[in-house]
């Protein structure tokens, strides 16, 4: 069964660096999201992706973040500056067009220090 | 905005026995609901859907149930099971772009 998958599983980095977390989606699927997860709270819409452009973003999505699908496979979130506050799990979701179901990825932990 | 609560965070079972996990919702406009379930360590699963013209839908061992007039979403685990343990959270779209705005989620801990 197709399914998300995220690299690294676990991501640690210094404050102020650059992260690149990276997914990929089901592979007929059309529609990409990014959410994040604060350890204990729960999951928090980040942006929607469509026709290689940002469909929709949340308020959490500012400058620092940027997503990108380079190759037609890949779909990657990008935190240029990291914050202690960026630790949270971000999972990749997809979902095909006509179809309402959002399919997730196992997530990436980042841990900012 | 939307905002999607969740009345009760832990909920504690016996084997066997059923289960009940609820959610409110605010926005009476929501059309599309959603029951993710959440292992440890692992992306939400998606467990069962509803759309507002229906009131009730069943899956395996699974039923959800809308109450729009209270606007008011419950999931129903039968003869719950230790796999069941996990947390599980609602969900609802919204925006133009089916986003998911999820709730706090509800801790499901099964004792055998």
């Known amino acids: 069964e197709p399914e998300v998958t995220q690299t690294p599983s676990h991501q640690v980095t210094q404050m102020g660096q650059e992260v690149i977390l990276r997914c990929v989606p089901i592979s007929n699927h059309l529609y990409f999201y990014w959410y994040r997860q604060i350890l204990g709270q729960k999951v928090e819409f980040l942006v929607s992706f469509y026709n290689n452009e940002i469909s929709e973003k949340s308020e959490i999505f500012d400058d620092q973040f940027s997503v990108e699908r380079p190759d037609g496979s890949n779909f990657t979130l990008k935190i240029r500056s990291t914050k202690l506050e960026d630790s949270a799990m971000y999972f990749c979701a997809s979902r095909p067009q006509g179809f309402s179901e959002q399919f997730f990825g196992p997530g990436t932990r980042l841990t900012v220090l | 905005g939307e905002s999607v609560g969740l009345h009760l965070p832990t909920l504690s079972v016996q084997e066997g026995d059923n289960s009940i996990i609820n959610c409110a919702y605010s926005n009476s406009a929501s059309d599309y609901f959603i029951w993710y379930k959440q292992e440890s360590g692992k992306g939400p699963q998606f467990i069962i859907d509803i759309r507002s013209n229906m009131d009730k839908r069943q899956g395996q061992r699974v039923t959800v149930l809308l109450n729009k007039t209270v606007k008011h979403l419950s999931l129903q685990i039968a003869a719950t099971q230790p796999g069941d343990s996990a947390v599980y959270f609602c969900?609802?779209?919204?925006?133009?772009?089916?986003?998911?705005?999820f709730g706090t989620g509800t801790l499901l801990a099964v004792q055998p």
């Open positions: 969900a609802v779209y919204g925006g133009a772009t089916n986003k998911l705005i």
